[in-house]
């Protein structure tokens, strides 16, 4: 068979916000946990469509609303693929993850649920994997568990299996942690959960892009994620629900396009997807992830994946010859692109902002995980993410930067 060599060089110079210096030396982007860069393809989608196809969607029969409408709904049949869908009316258009997990909460759980009912959830969910459910317990009386977390960052799988009992109505679950970088057993966690009856939720915003994905396969009814995080723009994702259960749904906001028949006291709803998409959505986003998910396809998500976990690995070598530094999360085998740790010589936000002045940008603090970060004692921690357009050569940088920040603040 042939062996494709990627030139992750190349892919890096599709991504022109990377070309520039910050602080006098070449920017180092390894923040893409919390939001990636965009190739030129994505950026020119934008101007294309503002530039000629500009219009509502949905609501005309000229013919620039239809040339948008066009563009707009073929991307939920592109999305639909790219996940493996069975069908692209299972496909939600949201603002991202967050508000995909707060459509489920409002709209499914608050019709479902009931005081005994049993929410199940883990202590390494991202906080938007956290509060709609503890809103959605509130309001319906239902109840919340926690799976445990391991010192080596993994899921206590022993105490899933005792708190999996049949109370159990939803089991929602972090598919990367984007604070450990562990990979959750989702496919397993699923299966098991189905076998007691529960609906199924999988938080895909740190997988979706990194590992190649398939609803098929994993057998979730929900999976929700962002398109900011997979080289799309900001404020548009997606929510995926499995048809028969988004049909039983009720609404959750009201307004235009998403009625059959309006009264003053009363109003029919059309079918999903239509149901949950109330008001103009953000076409312009739509169309940008339509060409993200061209551009990480056209790269390959096993390449994408194994670059991802390459350069994982190199961080976590290098980063483990620096004293001091104690990293969070798996040390070994299959990891999310992101890797975590602690210097016991510095705060995280010193450290960060010591890597800023040498051109590198990282994240520091609780990354919305503030349970996590009480479980392993830290009052927070620093992140380097990583995605398709960064090199070993920046490893090497972030570990010569982080050698230097020791020798600074010890
Ligand atoms: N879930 C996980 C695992 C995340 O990493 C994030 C963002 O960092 C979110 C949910 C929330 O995503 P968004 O802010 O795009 O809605």
Not at 227 to 242: M, Q
């Amino acid at each position: 068979m042939e062996r494709i060599i990627m030139d992750w060089q190349r892919i890096r110079s599709d991504f022109p916000i990377l070309d520039q210096q910050v602080n006098g030396h070449p920017l180092v982007y390894l923040d893409s946990a919390a939001s990636s860069q965009k190739p030129r393809a994505v950026i020119d989608s934008l101007v294309r469509f503002y530039e000629r196809d500009n219009a509502n969607v949905h609501r005309a029969l000229h013919e620039l609303s239809n040339r948008a409408t066009d563009a707009f709904e073929s991307v939920r049949g592109k999305v639909a693929r790219f996940i493996g869908a069975a069908s692209e009316d299972e496909i939600i258009f949201t603002r991202g993850t967050t508000e995909g997990i707060n459509l489920v909460a409002n709209s499914w759980a608050c019709a479902n649920l009931k005081p005994g009912d049993v929410i199940l959830t883990s202590s390494m969910e991202h906080h938007s994997g956290l509060v709609p459910w503890q809103l959605a317990a509130q309001r319906t009386g239902a109840t919340l568990r926690h799976i445990p977390v391991l010192d080596d960052g993994t899921l206590d799988m022993d105490a899933f299996e005792k708190l999996l009992t049949p109370e159990v109505r939803l089991l929602s679950i972090v598919h990367i942690s984007n604070s450990l970088g562990t990979i959750n057993p989702v496919r397993e966690m699923v299966a098991r959960a189905k076998k007691t009856g529960a609906v199924t939720l999988v938080d895909a915003a740190q997988s979706t892009g990194h590992v190649p994905l398939n609803i098929a396969d994993i057998g979730c009814d929900f999976l929700v994620f962002s398109g900011h995080k997979i080289c799309a723009p900001t404020g548009i994702g997606v929510l995926y629900g499995r048809y028969s259960l988004l049909e039983s749904m009720p609404p959750w906001h009201g307004g235009g396009e998403m009625i059959l028949q309006v009264r003053l006291e009363a109003s029919t709803y059309k079918p999903p997807p239509a149901r949950f998409e109330a008001g103009t959505p953000d076409i312009a986003g739509v169309i940008g992830l339509g060409a993200a998910i061209d551009y990480l396809q056209a790269v390959g998500l096993e390449n994408i994946e194994k670059h991802g976990l390459e350069l994982a690995s190199r961080a976590l070598t290098r980063l483990d010859e620096i004293p001091g530094i104690r990293i969070l999360g798996p040390k070994s085998g299959p990891r999310g692109s992101l890797v975590a740790f602690h210097a016991e010589w510095a705060h995280p936000h010193d450290l960060v902002e010591f890597a800023n002045s040498h051109g590198i940008a990282m994240r520091g603090g609780h990354h919305c995980t503030q349970p996590l970060m009480k479980r392993f004692q830290v009052p927070g921690t620093t992140r380097a993410s990583f995605y398709l357009y960064n090199t070993p050569e920046e490893i090497d940088r972030l570990a010569e930067v982080l050698a230097a920040a020791r020798k600074f603040f010890a």
